[in-house]
């Protein structure tokens, strides 16, 4: 079969032929629908290096965003459909600790004695014409479209695990909420704020096309640059934002969102792009808190499934076929897509 295969250390991924996978005991084996690309992809095979802080060595299949078909079950499966459609959560853990326990193979205790972190971090992930996958991490979509949903395992899951811990901060009427980098997680942040909570929504970013999108949604934009701390502290009467989420995570990001917070609120930094921020008792607003996240828990990915179904958040996408998965991956590095390019392997 046909894959997408991170081979060598800063060198970008080819398309090549890999054997078809088997599934084990416990395992399934998948007819790939779709496979999003990620940012974390190209910071796999371009930015880090063997031995650096996050680096996972290679080879193997990329996609850590994936939907699919049933298609074959291991020994001792059960509880699953034949044919029918799923969602991949992506992390795997150890699945005997505390953490795994909680569905939250993110933060499993183990990580480190395991070969790999999860699909297409490690282990083969869904640039593929077909994935192997544990059944505990399969969500069932229904009737849903699965090519569609395929981003909604990371573009969404991600941030709606950082929304669901701070709700407690976007309860009650008056409440602001802060977007900075309008990306695919960040668009599909908007989304689900405005499902969630009753929060005024305040989105920013550069790129104008971005923020007409955001505000189509029913968010209020904020252009990046001079003066917009001021104009995101005026639209919440001077007070600050209760909940803010940086997906870029650069130092000016975290800055600018750090600048524009309340008095006990949270601020949440969701993007990795390796920025810092300096604490300080007088400059910091009494009682917030600054916090990170990864990814989210099985239980997260089930009910962002139920929001999609219902109809609540529709992930934008760009698809593209086999033959044209490594333009979708140079595409990304280059900053031209509008949505989320999503490989469709069995398209023609």
């Known amino acids: 079969m046909r894959a997408v295969v991170f081979e060598k250390w800063q060198t970008f991924p080819s398309l090549t032929e890999v ?75 150890c699945g005997h600790c505390k953490a795994c326990s909680r569905g939250q193979d993110t933060y499993c205790e183990n990580a480190a004695e395991m070969p790999y972190l999860g699909m297409g971090l490690g282990r083969d992930g869904g640039m593929a014409e077909y994935l192997v996958v544990p059944v505990r991490n399969l969500v069932p979509l229904g009737d849903a479209d699965p090519v569609a949903a395929a981003p909604l395992s990371d573009a969404a899951l991600t941030p709606y695990h950082a929304i669901k811990n701070s709700l407690p901060n976007l ?57 917009q701390v001021e104009r995101i502290r005026e639209i919440t009467g001077g007070r600050g934002v209760d909940a803010a989420f940086d997906f870029v ?51 997260d990915l089930h009910e962002v499934v139920a929001m999609y179904r219902a109809g609540q958040i529709k992930p934008e996408v760009e698809l593209y076929s086999m033959d044209n998965a490594l333009e979708a991956y140079r595409k990304l590095e280059a900053g031209e897509l509008s949505g989320r390019a999503v490989v469709v392997p069995h398209m023609k």
């Not at 599909?188 to 007409?212: H, P, S």
């Open 19 to 93: 054997e078809k996978p088997k599934p084990g005991p416990g395992e399934v084996l998948l007819k790939v629908a779709g496979a999003g690309a990620c940012h974390s992809d190209v910071a796999l095979y371009k930015d880090f290096a063997e031995g650096a802080p996050g680096s996972i060595p290679p080879a193997f299949v990329l996609g850590h965003e994936n939907s699919g078909w049933v298609e074959e079950l291991g020994e001792g499966v059960s509880g699953v459909e034949i044919g029918g459609a799923y969602l991949v959560y992506g992390p795997v853990g």
């Open 171 to 227: 309860a009650g009427g008056g409440k602001f909420a802060l977007v900075i980098g309008l990306g695919g997680l960040g668009q599909m942040a908007v989304q689900i704020l405005k499902a969630l909570t009753g929060a005024t929504v305040i989105a920013t970013d550069m790129k104008e096309e971005a923020m007409q999108k955001a505000e189509a949604a029913g968010a209020i934009v904020v252009p990046g640059g001079e003066g």
């Open 249 to 299: 995570g650069v130092g000016p990001t975290i800055k600018t969102a750090a600048a524009s917070m309340a008095p006990q609120s949270r601020f949440t930094v969701v993007g990795i792009a390796g920025g810092s921020y300096e604490w300080s008792f007088f400059t910091t607003p009494y009682e917030s808190t600054i916090t990170n996240t990864y990814w989210g828990t099985i239980e």
